[in-house]
């Protein structure tokens, strides 16, 4: 059984940044996603980390977001970094993904993927 708990969101001004941690319950062996949840919209792929480490990123997060990984902390993290306002959302660590080329790979491209969530962590971005 893995449990996901999210951590780390709050209130920043546009430019700011902010980090998320998910904390894992079981070793971290498998693949991570973060996605999120913009007020009236579906859920949507952030970012990806692959059990090698790999990372995946959505268009409108690359070169801003990083996804990484502390195996010893048993801890996902998805730095964000000159945030907007339509950041702004509810963001979920998840695990799941598929078997791919000799490693479990998470891409936040294929929600339907992961089967187990953590109960999400509040980003507002303010203008």
């Known amino acids: 059984q893995v449990n996901l708990v999210e951590s780390g969101g709050g209130s920043v001004e546009a430019g700011g940044s902010l980090t998320l941690s998910c904390k894992v319950s079981?070793?971290?062996?498998?693949?991570y996603g973060w996605f999120r949840q913009i007020r009236g919209k579906d859920q949507e792929g952030v970012a990806g980390?692959?059990?090698?480490?790999?990372?995946t990123y959505v268009d409108s997060v690359k070169g801003r977001f990083t996804i990484s990984r502390d195996t010893a902390k048993n801890t996902v993290y998805l730095q964000m970094n000159n945030l907007k306002s339509e950041d702004t959302a509810m963001y979920y660590c998840?695990?799941?993904?598929?078997?791919?080329?000799?490693?479990?790979?998470?891409?936040?491209?294929?929600?339907?993927?992961?089967?187990?969530w953590g109960q999400g962590t509040q980003v507002t971005v303010s203008s």
């Open positions: 998840a695990s799941g993904g598929r078997w791919e080329g000799g490693k479990f790979h998470c891409s936040p491209h294929r929600i339907w993927e992961f089967g187990t």
């Open positions: 079981e070793t971290n062996r498998y693949c």
């Open positions: 980390i692959d059990s090698d480490g790999s990372t």
